[in-house]
């Protein structure tokens, strides 16, 4: 029961906050694609940077029990289906979350894109046993591996014998800088 | 809306470490595959079954739904998960944000200015589009086995080798499709 209520609090504290930040606004998505308005970008760089920063420093501190994190595997597919779904992203403006919830927020479009979206996942349902068959599925890299070695999970490090924490508070510092100077647009305007 | 990149930056990166800290990495993508597993097993009960030998104790005559001791099978067969509530929370967020701004304006709600400014007005252009975008995004996601949430955001914050990839994959054709489709400014 605790697991269903914080599931409402925290689905519905992102939804809310990916509505205020712009991100179910398909122009704002374009704008960082094409470059021309860095707003979401500058955004989502600074939120993995902090989040990466407060999960490091937690882990390392002992408030963050090891075994939240969750490391999803690496193999060719990965790489595939972002090229995919950068496609999509592209023409559309909207990915899964900002696209469901774009449609949430009464925009039409994203309704289609969710009837879309339902009918790829469907796709792939039925197009697994044969997306197997073909070794795009096969892991490389260590699998659901990181960069450096985390204490309390077993996840093999990309670099072994570097602190993954410490990997992680350093790169999220990077990344929140990066953020902070990034140009509000790279592609001038005419 | 927050106008201010670095003070929305900062809320969404709470929400996320939030998220970690109290349960698990945000992602959404998956619960595509369980709506629609719960709209087969609607239509056709032997879509997900009971099963004494899968690792979850359900089974599903779908290679996908089946894989990992039938985890995705036990999700559609019990929605009130973890998972499936958090995006069903999600889309009420969003909606109660968007009406507490006032909603989104008319125009805006078929198709974005920038659309509209490199391919006119028709909304049903716009609509098989996003229907064809959609279906090409979530077809990407399950392959990759997460999205923008799961793999970029979620992906990179725990450093996670495959959230680099998939980050590199998702710009790499993102951003010059975007450029070459969008070429007029709202």
């Known amino acids: 029961m605790t697991t269903i209520i914080l599931a409402l609090v925290i689905g519905a504290a992102f939804g809310f906050v990916l509505d205020r930040v712009g991100a179910t606004n398909p122009g704002y998505i374009i704008g960082m694609l094409n470059l021309k308005n860095l707003h979401l970008m500058k955004t989502i760089v600074l939120a993995i940077g902090v989040a990466s920063v407060l999960t490091f420093t937690g882990l390392l501190i002992g408030i963050i029990d090891p075994g939240h994190l969750s490391v999803k595997a690496a193999y060719i597919g990965v790489f595939v289906g972002g090229i995919l779904l950068g496609v999509g992203f592209a023409i559309s403006g909207y990915c899964p979350g900002t696209g469901l919830t774009a449609a949430a927020t009464g925009r039409k479009d994203a309704m289609f894109f969710a009837l879309g979206g339902l009918l790829g996942a469907a796709a792939y349902m039925g197009s697994y046993a044969w997306v197997e068959t073909t070794g795009l599925l096969d892991k490389i890299m260590g699998g659901d591996s990181t960069l450096g070695t985390i204490a309390g999970t077993t996840y093999p490090a990309l670099i072994e014998g570097v602190s993954g924490e410490w990997v992680g508070i350093v790169l999220g510092i990077a990344l929140i800088v990066i953020a902070s100077v990034l140009p509000a647009r790279l592609i001038p305007a005419k | ?186």
């Open chain 2, 1 to 186: 809306m927050i106008k201010s990149s670095a003070v929305g930056g900062l809320v969404l990166g709470l929400v996320f470490f939030a998220a970690v800290l109290l349960v698990q990495p945000i992602g959404v993508s998956t619960q595509f595959v369980i709506f629609d597993g719960i709209l087969w097993d609607a239509v056709d009960p032997d879509a997900v079954v009971e099963s004494a030998d899968a690792k979850s104790g359900y089974a599903s005559p779908n290679a996908y739904l089946n894989k990992s001791g039938g985890k995705y099978a036990k999700d559609v067969a019990n929605p009130l998960n973890y998972g499936f509530v958090f995006v069903v929370a999600m889309l009420i967020g969003a909606a109660i944000s968007a009406k507490l701004r006032g909603g989104v304006p008319t125009g805006e709600r078929t198709m974005p200015a920038v659309w509209r400014a490199n391919y006119g007005d028709n909304p049903w252009k716009r609509y098989l589009w996003t229907f064809i975008a959609g279906f090409i995004v979530l077809y990407g996601a399950r392959l990759a086995g997460g999205c923008t949430s799961g793999h970029m955001m979620s992906g990179m914050i725990q450093t996670a080798t495959s959230g680099y990839i998939f980050t590199i994959g998702a710009f790499l054709s993102g951003i010059p499709l975007a450029i070459y489709l969008f070429k007029k400014e709202a």
